[in-house]
Every structure is written in C-alpha cells, then in structure tokens.
C-alpha cells in the first residue's frame, strides 16, 4: 500500500504540474490577446458588399441570357442560320453593287451616245447655218436690186445700196467714183468742163435765156482762165 499511495502522490503532483503550465499558458494567451489591436472591417465589408451587389446586377443578364440554356445542337443550329444569313446579305450586297455597276455602265454608255448624237448635230446645225448664211448671201445679192427699185423712187434705195457698197460717205461720192471708173475719158472732161461753167456761170444763164427766146442756139463769149489761174 505504501508503494501504491506514493506512486498515487508522484501522479497528482505531475498532474499539478500540468496544471499550474495550463494556467499560465491560458494566462499567457489571455495577455497576448489583449496586447492585440484588432482592425476595423467594417469599411472593407462595406465595399465588398457593394462589389458582390455589383457582380450580382451585371452576372444575372448572363445567368439568364439563352445562351446559357441552349445545348451544344442547339448552337450548333444557330451558328449554321447565322452563317446562312450573313451569306444571304452578302449575296444581296452582290446583288446590289452589280445592280449599281450596270446602271452606271449604262449611263455611261448613253452619254457617250448622245455626246455622239450631240456632235452629228453640232456638225449638222454648222452646216445648216453655213448652208444657209450662203443661201441668204446669194438671195440678197439676187433680189436686193429688184426689191431696192420697187421701193418709191424719193427712198434711193438703189443709191444707197451703191453707195455703202462702195464705202463712200455721201451718194454724190460714190457717183463720183462710179463714173469714173466707168468712163474716165467722160469723167476728165467733166472735170476740165466743171471750171469753165463756174467761171462763167452768168454769162452762160443769159446764152440760155437768149436762146430760149430765138427759139435756136445762140453764141456765147465766156472766159477763159489759164491752169491754176483765178
């Protein structure tokens, strides 16, 4: 018995032993929890729940886009109908820059048609307006005279027509200028002839009266002046 209770002794005093380790390990951990700061989360949290409220606005559209639901077949078949769309707008775009192509061809082909049209008809109309500034040309120089005699005598058409004709300024010029042209042997006596008759132009008025009166050709004295002479 005595061996018993002192081995029962060796046992409670190690357990007393753990014990008083126990305590001051609980002791030790109490004062380092107190030395501890604890932060505040409270500002954290805060963004973080608006962060997840966030997430949550912009990830329900995709949770419930069909996409989602659609199986593998069933993407497969819109993929095959998107594909067969877009091919069909393509083949309307073709369609439509072809439809562009032609019409511009054509318009272009119609210009250059009538811009041929148009320079046959400028050749035409030059033509014509050659053609028929020479038919006038020979028309008035046919039927200026005969209309220029029709016209009353007191209008002296046929005199003026002769005198812009000839360019000269007055009617008594260009008679002038015709009669010498046409006869200058008439013309140069008119001319010696044309002194005399101013000279003696009384005496000449009197020869004519008094051969009126006798009814017959009388003789005349007139003077006679030297070339150059008054």
């Known amino acids: 018995p005595a061996l018993a209770f002192a081995r029962v002794e060796d046992r409670l005093a190690s357990v007393h032993g753990e014990v008083g380790l126990l305590r001051a390990a609980i002791a030790g951990l109490a004062a380092t ?12 949290l805060a963004r973080t729940e608006k962060v997840l409220g966030v997430l949550v606005q912009q990830i329900d559209p995709i949770a419930k886009s069909p996409l989602l639901s659609m199986t593998p077949h069933n993407m497969a078949g819109e993929i095959v109908s ?3 769309h877009a091919r069909r707008e393509d ?4 369609a439509e820059a072809r439809t562009g192509l032609d019409q511009a061809a054509r ?8 811009a041929r049209r148009g320079d046959v008809q400028n050749r035409w109309l030059i033509g014509t307006g050659l053609g028929g500034a020479a038919l006038g040309m020979l028309l008035y120089a046919a039927l200026a005279g005969p209309v220029a005699r029709m016209m009353p005598a007191s209008w002296h058409w046929p005199e003026r027509r002769a005198m812009h004709a000839l360019g000269e300024p007055t009617m008594w010029d260009a008679g002038q200028r015709l009669m010498q042209t046409a006869a ?3 013309w140069a006596l008119i001319v010696a002839a044309s002194p005399l008759v101013d000279g003696n132009r009384e005496a000449v ?8 009166k006798a009814k017959k050709p009388v003789r005349c004295t007139i003077e006679v002046r030297p070339d150059g002479g008054r």
């Not at 318009?107 to 009538?114: I, Q």
């Not at 008025?205 to 009126?212: G, I, S, T, V, W």
């Open 184 to 186: 200058p042997e008439s």
């Open 91 to 94: 083949q309307r775009l073709i």
């Open 205 to 212: 008025q009197k020869c004519r009266e008094q051969a009126d």
């Open 107 to 114: 318009e272009v082909g119609n210009r250059l048609a009538s």
């Open 33 to 44: 929890r107190e030395s501890i700061e604890i932060p505040d989360y409270e500002p954290t």
């Open 82 to 84: 998107a594909a067969l």
